[in-house]
């Protein structure tokens, strides 16, 4: 049985200014004017990948008053990082046992 990673998620979290939103959420839980200030992104450019982010369940959101406030779901970050786990074992087994397939 092949394992596979996700490969939606892995285009979402490609972007550099995607990434970075996900590795600031991950230390706290900030509103998008804390991302404007963190990032040096355009409100609009960085509205619209949050946009995508949440629309993946990469983040979820909480009203407070006439802000939202971001919060990276460990979920999802423990799913993918699981799924590169079994791919490092399963290469790390093929290494052990030195199975190669035969060329035609």
Do not use: W
Request: glycine content about 4%; proline content about 4%; charged content about 25%.
């Amino acid at each position: 049985m092949l394992m596979s990673v996700d490969t939606e998620l892995m285009r979402v979290l490609s972007d550099p200014l995607r990434l970075k939103i996900v590795t600031l959420l991950a230390h706290e839980t900030l509103c998008t004017t804390h991302l404007v200030v963190e990032t040096g992104a355009k409100q609009t450019n960085l509205s619209n990948h949050l946009r995508v982010l949440r629309e993946a369940g990469v983040v979820d959101t909480e009203p407070c008053g006439r802000f939202t406030y971001y919060r990276l779901v460990p979920e999802v970050m423990e799913t993918l990082a699981g799924q590169f786990a079994a791919l490092a074992e399963a290469a790390r087994a093929t290494r052990t046992a030195d199975t190669k397939r035969a060329c035609p």
